[in-house]
């Protein structure tokens, strides 16, 4: 039983697309021969030692933490990961990663979180707008020229809204204007206040296409100075991102919900610390697999009760308490992100069946590996 690397790479690729990652992260193949087989898949949170020693030969290890991050200069076998990648290589095994781009897809590892946890997702918390930048051009021009402005906006690349082309809304109205000394007016006269019928033109245009627009409407209008605006479009959310934000199916005060937390992800010496009032109700949760108080702003003003992340420090933590009554619930880095293998692994299971074995790697590789003692 095998398949194809390059086969499973377009499978992950096609989940977890590339483009969604950071552009500081390092995702994708690290070791492997795309044009080989692969005998099995073997998934996990990071690549060390321990958990490469779970890999069997000829098998895949998909990892969400890169191994190679920054930048090296050896990948001598004596160094701790130059020892990994030699070994990868000596037994034909293949080490592939999917890192913020598996953060932000949909489903994610945010998704995974939140399953674990009971939670219907309803959003994403920090989306990645979707589509290029957009403005709205509105022309005012009189009637009997409206179709020679709108072909020239719509020639100048303005008017088009997915597949459909030569878009735009009209209606009529009356302009007004009162030229003055060294104007030369298209209608009336200096000095003259001036009533005209005229048509307001409004088409979508990319932001990158300004200047452009801008010539073509200069050239077809027939008034020396054409009056519009330019209003910049704010950018559409979509369904991917960091975070998500969903419901519990009945609310719990805090201490209930922290329970829940650690009852459904694996033990650490970390724990589960929260924050916030153990006796206020939690309906909606804002959750961030992986550290997340980057976010912390974001969840203030999105309609949470808690949020649950990972690597919360001491003042960044303190100032949201001080501003904010969304409790914060902290758990192990490594915790928040396990859920995310088994949908990895159901993932691949669902593509290759039987075809190529998949199983979620329970090497625990939290840093942090000596419980306190009480």
């Known amino acids: 039983m095998s398949a194809r690397l390059a086969d499973v790479i377009a499978v992950l690729d096609a989940a977890y697309p590339p483009h969604l990652a950071h552009d500081w992260d390092s995702v994708g193949l690290v070791c492997g021969d795309p044009d080989e087989a692969v005998d099995s898949v073997t998934v996990s949170v990071d690549a ?3 958990v490469l020693a779970e890999v069997p030969e000829r098998g895949l290890l998909l990892a969400h933490h890169p191994l190679l991050l920054r930048g090296v200069d050896t990948v001598a076998a004596s160094t701790a990961k130059g020892a990994l990648i030699h070994q990868l290589i000596r037994t034909g095994r293949a080490l592939f990663t999917a890192h913020t781009n598996a ?17 219907t997702v309803e959003s994403v918390l920090s989306p990645v707008h979707a589509g290029p930048d957009l403005d709205k051009w509105v022309v005012y021009v009189p009637a009997a020229d409206a179709s020679t402005v709108r072909d020239a906006l719509f020639a100048a690349g303005g008017g088009q809204i997915g597949d459909y082309s030569h878009c735009s809304w009209s209606v009529t109205g009356t302009g007004q204007f009162l030229p003055h000394d060294g104007a030369t007016p298209t209608i009336g006269q200096v000095g003259s206040v001036e009533q005209v019928s005229e048509d307001r033109i409004e088409v979508i245009a990319p932001a990158r296409l300004r200047a452009r627009i801008l010539a073509a409407l200069q050239a077809a209008h027939p008034y020396e100075e054409p009056a519009f605006d330019i209003i910049a479009l704010a950018p559409i959310p979509g369904d991917v991102g960091i975070g998500r934000v969903g419901s519990l199916p009945e609310p719990e005060p805090l201490s209930a919900f922290v329970s829940r937390v650690c009852q459904a992800l694996p033990g650490t010496s970390w724990g589960v610390r929260a924050a916030g009032d153990p006796e206020a109700m939690v309906s909606r949760v804002a959750v961030c697999g992986g550290a997340g108080d980057s976010l912390l702003g974001t969840v203030t003003s999105a309609g949470v009760q808690a949020y649950v992340t990972s690597d919360l420090r001491h003042h960044p933590a303190d100032e949201h308490r001080r501003s904010s009554a969304v409790a914060l619930v902290d758990v192990a880095h490594w915790a928040s992100e396990f859920p995310w293998c088994a949908q990895a692994a159901d993932l691949l299971r669902a593509q290759f069946g039987d075809a190529l074995p998949v199983r979620v790697c329970t090497v625990r590789t939290d840093p942090w590996n000596v419980d306190s003692a009480m």
Request: aromatic fraction near 0%; avoid cysteine.
């Open 48 to 50: 060390t030692a321990a």
């Open 103 to 119: 953060d932000s897809a949909s489903p994610g590892v945010s998704d995974a979180l939140a399953e674990s946890l009971g939670l």
